[in-house]
């Protein structure tokens, strides 16, 4: 039985020493997702456009998708245990008058970061987003 999908936007990300929050919105509801400070700093740099001496790993992994005409067709967040969040990166290609798609199991962070650098929609299942605990702001 397929899910049904919930396409969220990205709000907003907090960063500490110890841990980045990414805190994305569906349907009226704000949830978080904890990761690698190293994720958020990487996250921080594209969204703010700060020049970076070298190309970090999400530009290469989008490099080598332009270079092989691959797109990002869309992220969705399949699963949560406990407070760990599961994604999968479908991944597009047109070669020689043949489209091939293909789904890879990947962090919701790394599918998030390269979501937001190449313009593709991230989405959560309805079973997700119903298990996600609701922040709320002041």
Known sequence: MLSELIQLSFDKIMQTRSYTVVVLKGQGKKFAIYTDPAIGR???????????????????????????????????INDIQDTTYFARLFLEQDAGGRRHIVEIDARPSDCITLALMNNAPVFCTREVLEKTLAIEEE
Do not use: W
């Open 42 to 76: 990487n996250l921080q740099i594209f969204l703010t456009g700060a020049e970076k001496a070298r190309p970090l790993t999400h530009d290469l992994i989008s490099y080598i998708f332009r270079g092989y005409e691959i797109r990002i067709k869309q992220v969705v």
